[in-house]
C-alpha cells in the first residue's frame, strides 16, 4: 500500500489555470440563480444572454435546465439554442422531454446529433423512436455509421449490444508498448476516451485486455502480449444488461469487450452505462415491489394516471377477494362487532412482514447472495423461524391488548393465533413466492408485493374470523 | 463517429494465449460443480484439492463461495486457505460472514491483510471492527500506512473521506507527456491501475486531470497544463457518499480527486466503489419505503428478527390507531355489517395509490429529477390530478359493485365518496410527506410508507365510517 504519489520537482512559475473548489449548490447541477436567470433572459427574448448563460454547462447540466423549464419555456429555448445545443446534451434527456426536443427539432438536426454522439448514447436516443421517424433519420446519417447503429438496433433491447459503444482501440498482441503508443499518436480516429486496449488475434477475436495505466508504466520495447490481462470476461452481445451490470460489479470493471457469436471483438461496454443500468434496475425492482410502475417523472397526469391503474386494478381484485372472505363472517361480526375493529391488525402485521421478507429475497437475487447453488431449505427455513419468533412476541401484546380492551379473554386467544398463523405465513410465502418465480423464469419482483399481500389479507381474516366463530359464537 | 479502430499489421505467428468465450454459469461466479466439489475435498480434508481447486478463482468469486458454504465447511475453508486467501477475498465478504473469518483468522492475520490492500478497502474492513479490535489490528500494520488509515478514519462515516483511495498519481502541470511518462516507468510505487493523472500546484491543490488515453495520444513535448481538463469535479472529503455518486452519474466520471478542508488533493474516489454506494442506496430506499430494515442476508435468524421488529412495532402503532378509529363507529357496523366487509377495500385503494406516488417522488428527489429549483406546486398539482382521475374510476365501478352486492344504492353512494376523498389524499400526502421531509433535512424514504399507509388507512376507514354514520344510520 503506497501513499499518494507525487513527482516533487522545483516549483516554477508558470501561468497553468487554476480551480476553484466548487461549493455544494454548484455541485448539484445547474443553480436557482442561473435557472432564474434563464427564464428571465427567455422572457425578455435576449439570446445572446440565454446563449452565454448555458455556455460553460456541461451537457448534462444543461438538460437538466431544459427540463425543469416550463413548457413553454422549453420550446423557447430549443429554438433559440438549436445551433449551439450539444447532442450529448440531448442525449441527457429524460424520456418524455427528449420526445418533445427531438419532435421539435425534426429528422435532419437529429441526424446530426446521431451523428456526432458515441454510437452507444444514438442508439439509445434510436431505439425511442417510432419506426418511420427512426428510418427517416437514419436515412440522414452517413452510410458508414449508419450500418454500424443499425446493426447494434438489431441486438434485443436492454442487451449488452444496445448497450455498447462501436468506438474501441484493438491491437494485436506481438506490438510492443512503443509501437502501441506511435500508433495511438498518429491515428486520427480513435474514440474521445478509453480505459483499456483490446488485444486480438488475426481473426479479431479478443485474446486480453491491457489497461492504459500498464501500458504507460512500462518501457517501449515491452510486448502487449506480456501486459495484457488474459482473465477477460467476455460480454456476448444478446447478453442482458442486467447480467452486464452483475459482471462490473462482481469484477470492479472499468470497460468489457463485446464479441459477436463467432467471438470476434465488436465493441466496448463502458462502466459509465453501468451505472445507469444499475440505477435503473434497483428502480425496477424497488416499483415492481410497491406496484408502481416505472413512470416518467416528467409525462403528463393522464399518461401517469393510465400507467397507475394496472396496479390498482390489481389492487381491487386483491381487496375484493379479501371482502368476500369476511362477508362470510358477517353474523360473527354483527355478533362480536370488536372483531371489525381488531381484523385490520391481523392482516396488517402479516403484510408487513411478508413485504419485508419478500424485499429482502427479491434483493438477494438481484445481488446474487441467493444463486441456484444456495441451500432454499435454510433459506425458507430461516425465514419460517424469524417470522415465528416476531409472532410470539407481537401476537403475546397484542393479545394481551385486545383482552383488555374489550375485557373478553377468549377475544385475546383467537387475536393471538390468528396472528402467529398469518406472520408464519408471511414468512414462508415471501421467500418462497419469490424464489418459485424465478425458478420458473419469471422475474421475482414482478407484483411480489400485491400478491404477497393478498394471501395475508385472505389468511389474516380467515384465520381470525374463523377462529372467531368456532369459539366466541 | 468512427468505427472500431484497428491497427492492422501483417499477420505473424507467435504463441500468445487464447482465451475462451465464457459460458452463462462461468459469467455468474462460481459454479454449482465447483462449489460441490469444493464442499467433497473439504469433506476428505484433501487440502490440495481444495488449493487447486480455487487457484485461478477471481477474489470475488472465492468470496462468494466462501459465503455459500455451510457455517462448519466454511470454517475448515478458511483454515485450509489461510495461508493463500487473497486479502481482496477478505474485503469481498458479506459482513456475517466477514466477520466470522476476521474473527478466525485473529488481529495479525488481519493486518496482513489490511496493509496488502488499497487504503478504501482496508478502511472498509477496519471501520467495522469493534474499537479495540480495530486499534489491535492498527498496532501490527506498518506506521506509514497505519497514519494514512487513521486518518480516512477520522472522516464520518458513508463520507467520500472513508471511500477514497490514497494512492494516486498526482503530477506537477508544467511536466511535459514524455516526463511523465519516464516518471511513470521509473517510479516502482504506483498504484496498481489508475485512470487519470491528477496535475497539483505546489501547494498540492489540484489545477486539473488528464485522463490516461490522452497522455497516450499526445507528443511527448507536449506539457500537461494543454492536456488537462481543467474543470474539476472536487470531492470535499467530509461529502456524503450520495453526493459523490451524484456526481459520478451526472458527469460520466470515472474517478474525481479528493480534497482536504484547505483544498490539497488527499485522494481520489474511482468508479467501482462508486458502483457500490449507488447499489447500496438505492437498495435503502427500497428497504426505507417498504419498512423493512437494512438487513445482513448471512445474519442468523434471532439477529434478522431483531431488526425487523422496529419496523413492526411502526405498523403495530399504525394499525392500533386505525382500530381506534373503527372502535368509535361499533354502533354503525352492528348497523350495517357490510362496512366491515366494504372499509377494508376504501383503505387498500388509498393506501396503495399512496405508495405509488411517495416511491415515485422518493426516487425523483434520490435522482434529482426534483431539486430546490422545482416547482413544488406543479408536482403536487400533477399528482392532485392523477389521484383525482384514477379515484374516479375506481369509486365508480366499486360504488357500483357495493351498491349491487348489498342491494343497498346510498352504500354505493358512500363508498364511491370515502374512495374518491381518500384516493385524492394520497395523491397529495404521498408528494408532500417526501417533500417537506426532504425540505426539513431529513431522509425523504424513512418510514415514508408506513407513515404514509396510516393516514390513509385512518382516513379511509374514518371518511367511510363517518359518511356511512350520517347518512346510513
New interface residues.
Given amino acids: 500500500?503506497?501513499?499518494?504519489?507525487?513527482?516533487?520537482?522545483a516549483?516554477?512559475e508558470?501561468d497553468?489555470?487554476?480551480?476553484e473548489?466548487?461549493d455544494e449548490e454548484e455541485?448539484?447541477?445547474?443553480?436557482?440563480e442561473l435557472?432564474e436567470n434563464v427564464s428571465a433572459a427567455l422572457a425578455e427574448g435576449d439570446i445572446p444572454q440565454v446563449e452565454a448563460l448555458i455556455e460553460d454547462l456541461?451537457p448534462?447540466?444543461v438538460a437538466?435546465l431544459i427540463?425543469?423549464l416550463?413548457p413553454e419555456e422549453r420550446q423557447l429555448f430549443v429554438q433559440i439554442t438549436r445551433h449551439v445545443i450539444e447532442a450529448e446534451t440531448i442525449s441527457h434527456l429524460?424520456e418524455t422531454v427528449r420526445d418533445e426536443v427531438v419532435e421539435q427539432l425534426g429528422p435532419q438536426a437529429l441526424a446530426e446529433v446521431v451523428?456526432?454522439?458515441?454510437?452507444d448514447d444514438?442508439v439509445e436516443l434510436l431505439e425511442d423512436l417510432e419506426p418511420e421517424q427512426q428510418e427517416r433519420v437514419l436515412q440522414s446519417v452517413p452510410v458508414?455509421?449508419r450500418v454500424?447503429l443499425q446493426q447494434s438496433l438489431t441486438f434485443p433491447e436492454d442487451s449488452a449490444g444496445r448497450l455498447m459503444q462501436?468506438?474501441?482501440?484493438?491491437?494485436?498482441?506481438?506490438?510492443t508498448v512503443g509501437e502501441t503508443?506511435d500508433?495511438?499518436?498518429s491515428?486520427k480516429?480513435?474514440?474521445d476516451?478509453?480505459?483499456d486496449l483490446f488485444?486480438?488475434?488475426?481473426t479479431?477475436?479478443?485474446?486480453?485486455s491491457v489497461?492504459?495505466?500498464?501500458?504507460?508504466?512500462?518501457?517501449r520495447a515491452t510486448r502487449l502480449?506480456e501486459l495484457m490481462e488474459?482473465?477477460?470476461?467476455?460480454v456476448?452481445a444478446d447478453?442482458d444488461q442486467e447480467?452486464v451490470a452483475?459482471?462490473?460489479?462482481?469484477?470492479?470493471?472499468?470497460s468489457a469487450p463485446v464479441?459477436d457469436e463467432a467471438?470476434r471483438?465488436?465493441?466496448v461496454v463502458t462502466?459509465?452505462d453501468?451505472?445507469?443500468v444499475?440505477?435503473e434496475e434497483?428502480?425496477e425492482?424497488?416499483?415492481k415491489?410497491?406496484?408502481?410502475?416505472d413512470?416518467d417523472?416528467?409525462a403528463?397526469?393522464?399518461i401517469?394516471?393510465w400507467q397507475?391503474?394496472r396496479?390498482?386494478v390489481v389492487?381491487?381484485i386483491?381487496?375484493?377477494i379479501?371482502?368476500t372472505v369476511?362477508?362470510q363472517f358477517?353474523e360473527t361480526?354483527?355478533h362480536t362487532?370488536?372483531?371489525?375493529?381488531?381484523?385490520?391488525?391481523v392482516?396488517?402485521?402479516g403484510g408487513?412482514?411478508g413485504?419485508?421478507v419478500i424485499?429482502?429475497t427479491v434483493?438477494?437475487l438481484a445481488?446474487?447472495?441467493?444463486?441456484?447453488?444456495?441451500?432454499l431449505l435454510r433459506i425458507v427455513g430461516?425465514e419460517l423461524?424469524?417470522g415465528f419468533?416476531?409472532a410470539l412476541?407481537?401476537s403475546a401484546?397484542?393479545g394481551v391488548?385486545a383482552a383488555w380492551w374489550f375485557g373478553h379473554v377468549e377475544l385475546g386467544y383467537v387475536l393471538a393465533a390468528a396472528m402467529i398463523f398469518n406472520m408464519v405465513w408471511a414468512g414462508m410465502a415471501g421467500t418462497l413466492i419469490p424464489l418459485v418465480m424465478d425458478r420458473l423464469g419469471f422475474d421475482p419482483a414482478i407484483g411480489a408485493?400485491?400478491f404477497l399481500t393478498t394471501t395475508t389479507?385472505v389468511l389474516g381474516?380467515f384465520s381470525f374470523l374463523g377462529l372467531a366463530t368456532l369459539f366466541l359464537v
Fill in positions: 500500500m503506497a501513499g499518494p504519489e507525487t513527482a516533487k520537482p516549483p516554477e508558470d497553468r489555470p487554476t480551480v473548489t466548487a455541485l448539484y447541477g445547474p443553480s436557482e435557472m456541461h448534462a447540466d437538466d427540463e425543469h416550463e429524460d451523428t456526432e454522439l458515441d454510437t444514438a458508414e455509421e454500424l462501436r468506438e474501441l482501440v484493438a491491437i494485436p498482441a506481438h506490438w503508443i500508433f495511438l499518436r491515428e480516429e480513435l474514440p476516451d478509453f480505459y488485444v486480438v488475434d488475426e479479431h477475436k479478443p485474446a486480453g489497461p492504459l495505466s500498464r501500458v504507460l508504466r512500462s518501457p502480449s488474459t482473465e477477460l470476461r467476455l456476448p447478453m447480467a452483475y459482471l462490473f460489479r462482481q469484477y470492479a470493471l472499468v464479441v467471438g471483438l465488436i465493441g462502466v459509465d453501468v451505472v445507469r444499475i440505477d434497483a428502480e425492482d424497488l416499483m415491489i410497491v406496484g408502481a410502475s413512470t417523472f416528467h403528463p397526469a393522464h401517469i394516471a397507475r391503474v396496479w390498482l389492487t381491487l386483491n381487496t375484493m379479501a371482502a369476511i362477508s358477517q361480526i354483527q362487532v370488536a372483531l371489525a375493529v381488531l381484523m385490520p391488525i392482516a396488517a402485521m408487513n412482514a413485504v419485508q424485499t429482502v434483493r438477494a445481488t446474487r447472495d441467493i444463486t441456484p447453488q444456495s441451500n430461516k423461524i424469524v419468533l416476531n412476541v407481537f401484546i397484542l391488548v408485493g400485491p389479507d381474516f
